[in-house]
């Protein structure tokens, strides 16, 4: 019998492996399994035997030749043997897969291993008042959902926060407009359950306000002034700031509905404006910020720099409040509210620059006791052209219409009137989601992507559809073995796609440490996809319902579960819903 101490086949693996280096009294670092590179000659093959044999000045076949000699007597092996210049390759026994697969079956989380729990922040989403959320916004949102949700799986507590952009000038921008346009509003009364404007009338607004604010110097000191009383606190101007922040989150919160992205809080540059004089003042006490040109800043460049670090600017000489310095004070706040041990930023790549300063200015102050600041950077979305995604008339796409371009798409790839119409709609938006989420999610984030939405959304290939049909498929075969009365049995494994699903599945738990820790969901997308393919293949090879006896249905029937568990598990990862029937 394989003992049980360990979680996971591949933990398992592991620790025979290091058992058999130990009694020949090798330093166990590094040994462990990983898949095959030539199944031809095992399921797993272990490469640590060079480098060992290298530091001890010997033979590397040798000392293979004797490890292999203690893993060769072990039951959980059918064939051990040496490849090329000292692989250990390891066939596994049908016995020690049925096993593990079983104990996969009934883990909780379908084995994803809990870390022990720490505390934190994710800040994601990042739109700005009065902007319909735009394609810049739809990578932020996808990575940051599945991001929140691998790390909320492994164990972790996870706040997610939107961090809205709703102060400074912009804001200021459109208050003034707003006291020309609707002069009651800085009055207080019915008005503010029920505003003289929508998020199309701010939207359509802002780039006019902007643009006459550019042109003309008088203008834009009129917003310059609205800006410094919404600061210092004017009832009047809070007003009108609180109507449009609210009218703006609500449609922007649609959105997030849309993608299904949760967050925590919803909270923004304003909500931490209180701490900066504070914090300013204290870091002029402390000497961290320094008067340089009539702005107040903090040095962060390092001598090994390759390129020059510019400081961080803290304060203009007008004092007005900036990006930054509402990024560090927000550390703060988090810092005194959550007491978090990583706080993780998901914002375009393009910023990285910014986060580079506020994370050197933040630890520079003292601000990151305990905390590591990370940085999830992410490339593009880009049109078939390969540029940068545009609208046909050359402006920047909205988020809204890009998903209903797909969910569009996705809706005409359905055959006729095979579902009811409420449901076809249903089906069609789940499906186009999906599409988007799935195309978003496998690349590495810091490469772009082209959004080809005919592309995404194919039932073929490596896509979200062809992902979740597996998902419907599987389902179903388990939903008629109900209604036939047939039960999961014990597993048994016996044919090559009945091992290649087990080791595959068995992968699972590896494959979302390794996402979280890189942040890459694209290693689950790919997982899901390599799994959702076993499986096709497992079924055209196997007879589930059909298999030939009661042990072999009941054991067949339980893989599938299993694979549905794990299959399911990771399509939730990523965000994305598998619905009932497609
Ligand atoms: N609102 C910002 C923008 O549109 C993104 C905010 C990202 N998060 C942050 N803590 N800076 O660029």
Known sequence: MPSHTEATLFAHIDRLLADAFAACGLDTDGVRAVPAQRPDLGDLQCNAVMALAGRLRRAPRQLADEIVARLAPLEDFTEVSVAGPGFINLRLSNHVLSTFAAAQASAPHAGIQQQSAETIVIDFGGPNVA???????????????????????????????????????????????????????????????????????????YPRVAAACKADPARMALARAATAELQAGSARHMRIWEVVRRVSLDAQARDFATLDAHFDELLGESHVQPLIPGMIADLVARGVAVRSDGALVIEVARD???????????????????YATTDLATILDRRQRHHPSRIVYVVDQRQS???????????????????????VGFGTVNGVDGKPYK???????????????AIDKARVRQNGDAFPEDEAAALAAAIGIAAVKFADLSTYR????????????????????YVQYACVRIASILEKARRDGVVAGAIDVRERTEREL?????????????SASRYAPNEIADFAYELAQAFSRFYAECPVLAASN??????????????LGVLGKALDLLGIRVPERM
């Open 550 to 563: 009661a042990d072999e249905r009941g054991s067949r029937l339980a893989l599938s579960s299993l694979t």
């Open 353 to 375: 620059l910014h986060f580079a300063q506020v994370f050197r200015a933040a630890q520079a102050a003292g601000f990151t006791e305990g905390i590591t600041l990370v940085h």
């Open 391 to 405: 609208t046909r008339d050359g402006g920047v796409a909205q988020l809204r219409d890009l998903l209903a371009d």
């Open 304 to 322: 090994d720099d390759e390129s020059p670090m510019p400081p961080l600017l803290l304060e203009k000489s007008d004092g007005a409040a900036l």
């Open 131 to 205: 902007k319909p959320l735009h394609v810049g916004h739809l990578r932020s949102l996808v990575l940051g959902e599945s991001l929140r949700r691998i790390l909320t799986a492994q164990g972790h507590h996870v706040i997610g926060d939107v961090h809205l952009g709703d102060w400074g000038l912009q804001m200021g921008m459109l208050i003034s407009e707003a006291l020309v346009l609707w002069p009651d509003m800085a009055e207080d009364g019915p008005w503010r359950a029920n505003p003289p404007f929508d998020m199309q009338t701010l939207q359509d607004l």
């Open 446 to 465: 810091t490469s772009g992507y082209v959004f080809d939405a005919e592309r995404m959304v194919s039932f073929e290939g490596r896509t979200g559809p």
């Open 502 to 514: 087990v080791l595959l599945c068995a992968r699972f738990p590896d494959v979302v440490a390794s």
